[in-house]
């Protein structure tokens, strides 16, 4: 009975209680927590390591956690077979029956030693006991030489082959494989000494089979962790045992991480503590008589590094070496044992396979400056670079590599980039990048000497664009381009006063912040000044005027006619309109049909100039077209363009007609020390070429077209999605918390932005209200990139931190 003041907060029920173990609490939660989880073990490490970190449990008790969680669940599946035939009609008994057997079914597949390093490594004790003695063991004992050179001394070349290592190019890796040819000149170049590849370093290049002995990792994450040391040696050098040992394993085959045959030595410390070590890509073991189960000596050849079988090289398969791992359990594993492993995986498979500089006592001064680490990245750039110059994404991503779609970070995760539309034709596409190189080593001046690449890509450029767009001025950035667009639109019509949309962006300087509402009517900014107007954006989703019919167009055309005329009203005439094609920081607004039409002939008609900011939406975006304004069947007076032009490589231009060209040549000499310089202008050539040569144009429309339709779909299932809308692959999706009012839902997209980003899908946010995903990623996304991008969202929007009404942020 209650007394006055006292409330029930919660109710135990003491009904099952035993005395027992603590660990039987925690494994009976993990193994109904594990049910509907891909990886269960991830699931049984998390709860335990929880729970140790605020009731510590005994090593004892973590040993036989794993076992105690299948018990669990094989009594579970005993239970439900018995209450089955007690009770047939009743489903509730036999509710988890099914996915307990499948668990079981996952949990039968993981070794339960492994299991065990696994819950220890949770826990924060030592993840293979073992491993410890045999560290001390191998510290303290004489190794005998691997191969015919000390490495001791320091002698050595030790590789970068991390995942941001120059040495290896993007251009080489369209296969995800280093080019022999690389790594050859690299040796060539330390006069054939051995050269090292390092122990745990995260890799660019992984044996594509390696990323199938482990489940359950994060998406995009990849074996790319290196577990062993690479010994890169001429072919036939022959490799000695560094220890005594019992051959436990020979393998002719490819099983090891070089190719060629793989001998695994058993050894043991001086207690007995058993370990292994393992040469792979020997030249076939056999020549060398070796037997399993026979011993061998210290120091005694046991192969040679192997030759490239013929065509490898050509197939890409890496410089002949010996990979060398110590291993102080093979997990039944043997020569499959992995030779890299998911870097989320490396505080276990360092414990279970130790560094064989332990062998090998190469010393620390041979080794190149580890990369900073993420934190020390941030703290940097907190401390040196601009204070508001932000970082996407809550957990910042270090991105230390780019190809094609995909955006890799320091640990060699791969993320699909979908918002990047300035990698337009994918990051680091290999023919940009050896134009720009070529021309680099050939020519880099100003463009005060005639040279062919500037008038070359001048007339590659202008000859995509209509008459009379003919005449360029080559600048270094979008915003560059548009206050060289403002100049000449104020020179040619000979006013100031400038009209623009609402919430509009163009660029960073100050002039364009004055024609940016996105900036200047946000924090921080001072507001539009008396020589800008701004016209209501015309959003066909939520502005005043509804649908993207001509009607619509032509209503919020009137609010620039009304520009038009508060400018006149003034006494003053119009300089000038400034309008994106489709509106980017807007929220990904498709224009409705006639607007620019209307507002186009209606500025003209005051003397203004007309411009088109492309610098978003340009270079075949759109897909039915090379150009977004060419969708509203205008012809612009200028145009700006930026980002995809030079694919990362800063360059941007403005395309005039004569007629502005020659107004604006009015005695003030033009000039612009890095705009069209011939490294830049070779770069621009080699991205209109791959536009073409790829058809990428094309790949927009339909890949652009496929995601519509998949998206759509999900709108049909998810409220949360009021709005899909976009040209090609310039999309946007608009997340409203009611679809009658149409209230948005910015936390929402907040929320699934940084999901995504966990879910290695890279997206963001925009509009006025934030809640407008954006999706441009490079042109060359394919169909299965667009359903990858849509399965994530999916999995999102089912999650229920997004449900309407349900978001906890
Ligand atoms: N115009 C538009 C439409 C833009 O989106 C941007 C950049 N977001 C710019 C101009 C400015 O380009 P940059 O950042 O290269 O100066």
């Known amino acids: 009975m209650l007394v006055h003041g006292q409330q029930i907060s919660g109710i135990l029920d003491f009904g099952d209680m035993v005395y027992s173990v603590a660990a039987a609490e925690v494994a009976i939660a993990a193994a109904y927590a594990l049910l509907d989880k891909p990886d269960p073990l991830a699931v049984i490490a998390l709860i335990a390591g929880s729970c140790h970190a605020v009731y510590p449990l005994q090593e004892t008790e973590i040993a036989v956690l794993f076992d105690l969680v299948c018990m669990r669940l094989a009594m579970s599946v005993c239970h439900a077979a018995h209450q089955r035939r007690t009770e047939p009609d009743n489903e509730y008994l036999s509710i988890s029956e099914r996915p307990a057997w499948a668990a079981l079914e996952r949990l039968a597949a993981i070794h339960p030693r492994l299991a065990h390093y696994t819950v220890r490594a949770a826990c924060g004790l030592p993840p293979v006991p073992q491993s410890e003695r045999i560290v001390d063991w191998l510290q303290t004992n004489h190794c005998a030489l691997v191969i015919d050179a000390d490495l001791r001394d320091g002698d050595v070349t030790v590789l970068d082959l991390s995942i941001g290592s120059a040495l290896v190019q993007s251009s080489d890796l369209t296969a995800l494989r280093l080019e022999p040819s690389t790594l050859a000149y690299h040796l060539s170049r330390i006069g054939g000494k051995v050269a090292i590849g390092r122990y745990g370093e995260v890799r660019t290049?992984?044996?594509?089979?390696?990323?199938?002995?482990?489940?359950?990792?994060?998406?995009?994450?990849?074996?790319?962790?290196?577990?062993?040391?690479?010994?890169?040696?001429?072919?036939?050098?022959?490799?000695?045992?560094?220890?005594?040992?019992?051959?436990?394993?020979?393998?002719?085959?490819?099983?090891?991480h070089a190719p060629g045959a793989t001998v695994l030595l058993r050894h043991a410390t001086g207690d007995g503590?058993?370990?292994?070590?393992?040469?792979?890509?020997?030249?076939?073991?056999?020549?060398?008589?070796?037997?399993?189960?026979?011993?061998?000596?210290?120091?005694?050849?046991?192969?040679?590094?192997?030759?490239?079988?013929?065509?490898?090289?050509?197939?890409?398969?890496?410089?002949?070496?010996?990979?060398?791992?110590?291993?102080?359990?093979?997990?039944?594993?043997?020569?499959?044992?992995?030779?890299?492993?998911?870097?989320?995986?490396?505080?276990?498979?360092?414990?279970?396979?130790?560094?064989?500089?332990?062998?090998?006592?190469?010393?620390?001064?041979?080794?190149?400056?580890?990369?900073?680490?993420?934190?020390?990245?941030?703290?940097?750039?907190?401390?040196?670079?601009?204070?508001?110059?932000?970082?996407?994404?809550?957990?910042?991503?270090?991105?230390?590599?780019?190809?094609?779609?995909?955006?890799?970070?320091?640990?060699?995760?791969?993320?699909?980039?979908?918002?990047?539309?300035?990698?337009?034709?994918?990051?680091?596409?290999?023919?940009?990048?050896?134009?720009?190189?070529?021309?680099?080593?050939?020519?880099?001046?100003?463009?005060?000497?005639?040279?062919?690449?500037?008038?070359?890509?001048?007339?590659?450029?202008?000859?995509?664009?209509?008459?009379?767009?003919?005449?360029?001025?080559?600048?270094?950035?979008?915003?560059?381009?548009?206050?060289?667009?403002?100049?000449?639109?104020?020179?040619?019509?000979?006013?100031f006063d400038m009209i623009t949309l609402d919430v509009a962006y163009h660029g960073h300087t100050q002039a364009l912040i004055e024609v940016s509402p996105y900036k200047h009517a946000g924090p921080g900014g001072l507001g539009a000044p008396p020589f800008v107007q701004t016209v209501v954006m015309p959003d066909p989703y939520r502005g005043p005027h509804r649908g993207y019919g001509v009607e619509s167009g032509r209503a919020y055309a009137r609010h620039v006619q009304a520009a038009v005329e508060a400018i006149q009203a003034q006494g003053r005439g119009v300089a000038g309109f400034i309008c994106e094609s489709l509106m980017g920081c807007g929220g990904q607004i498709v224009l409705p049909d006639a607007f620019m039409a209307t507002a186009f002939a209606q500025v003209r008609a005051a003397g203004g100039i007309c411009i088109a900011d492309e610098v978003q939406t340009g270079f075949g975006r759109v897909g039915s077209h090379f150009w977004g304004f060419a969708t509203q069947g205008v012809v612009p007076d200028i145009v700006t363009v930026g980002k995809p032009a030079g694919n990362g490589h800063p360059l941007a231009a403005v395309i005039t007609t004569p007629e502005i060209a020659r107004k604006f040549a009015n005695g003030m000499e033009y000039f612009n020390t890095f705009g069209g310089n011939a490294v830049s202008c070779a770069i621009g050539l080699a991205v209109l070429e791959v536009i073409e040569q790829e058809g990428l144009q094309a790949?927009?429309?339909?890949?652009?077209?496929?995601?519509?339709?998949?998206?759509?779909?999900?709108?049909?299932?998810?409220?949360?999605?009021?709005?899909?809308?976009?040209?090609?692959?310039?999309?946007?999706?608009?997340?409203?918390?009611?679809?009658?009012?149409?209230?948005?839902?910015?936390?929402?997209?907040?929320?699934?932005?940084?999901?995504?980003?966990?879910?290695?899908?890279?997206?963001?946010?925009?509009?006025?209200?934030?809640?407008?995903?954006?999706?441009?990623?490079?042109?060359?996304?394919?169909?299965?990139?667009?359903?990858?991008?849509?399965?994530?969202?999916?999995?999102?929007?089912?999650?229920?931190?997004?449900?309407?009404?349900?978001?906890?942020?």
Not at 799 to 808: L, R, S
């Open 273 to 495: 503590t058993p370990f292994y070590t393992r040469y792979d890509g020997l030249a076939s073991a056999e020549a060398t008589a070796l037997e399993v189960g026979k011993t061998v000596q210290a120091g005694a050849q046991i192969g040679a590094i192997a030759a490239l079988p013929d065509g490898a090289a050509a197939a890409g398969s890496w410089p002949p070496h010996l990979h060398l791992q110590i291993i102080s359990d093979l997990l039944e594993l043997d020569a499959a044992f992995p030779a890299a492993v998911v870097p989320s995986r490396s505080d276990v498979y360092c414990s279970l396979s130790l560094d064989p500089n332990l062998l090998l006592g190469i010393p620390a001064r041979a080794f190149p400056q580890p990369p900073a680490s993420k934190v020390e990245t941030l703290a940097a750039r907190k401390q040196r670079i601009g204070y508001n110059l932000s970082i996407s994404y809550r957990e910042p991503l270090k991105i230390v590599r780019g190809l094609g779609v995909h955006l890799y970070d320091e640990r060699g995760r791969a993320y699909l980039d979908c918002v990047n539309n300035v990698a337009h034709v994918g990051h680091c596409h290999p023919h940009v990048v050896a134009a720009g190189q070529r021309q680099m080593g050939v020519l880099n001046t100003n463009t005060r000497y005639l040279h062919d690449s500037i008038t070359d890509y001048a007339r590659e450029l202008t000859a995509t664009l209509p008459a009379p767009l003919s005449v360029c001025f080559f600048v270094n950035s979008g915003s560059e381009a548009n206050d060289l667009a403002l100049r000449l639109a104020r020179m040619a019509s000979g006013q």
């Open 699 to 809: 790949n927009a429309l339909t890949v652009g077209s496929h995601l519509m339709m998949r998206l759509r779909h999900l709108m049909d299932i998810h409220p949360l999605i009021g709005d899909v809308r976009g040209l090609g692959l310039y999309i946007g999706i608009e997340l409203v918390l009611d679809r009658e009012t149409r209230q948005p839902a910015g936390e929402q997209a907040a929320y699934i932005a940084n999901r995504m980003a966990e879910l290695g899908v890279l997206i963001s946010t925009d509009g006025p209200d934030h809640n407008v995903l954006k999706i441009k990623p490079p042109i060359i996304f394919s169909q299965a990139n667009a359903d990858q991008l849509v399965d994530s969202l999916a999995l999102v929007l089912d999650e229920d931190a997004v449900q309407v009404g349900n978001a906890d942020f």
């Open 205 to 256: 290049v992984v044996a594509a089979e390696d990323g199938s002995k482990l489940t359950g990792d994060l998406p995009g994450e990849r074996a790319a962790l290196h577990l062993g040391i690479d010994l890169f040696a001429p072919p036939q050098t022959p490799v000695y045992a560094a220890l005594a040992g019992i051959v436990h394993a020979l393998s002719a085959g490819e099983a090891g």
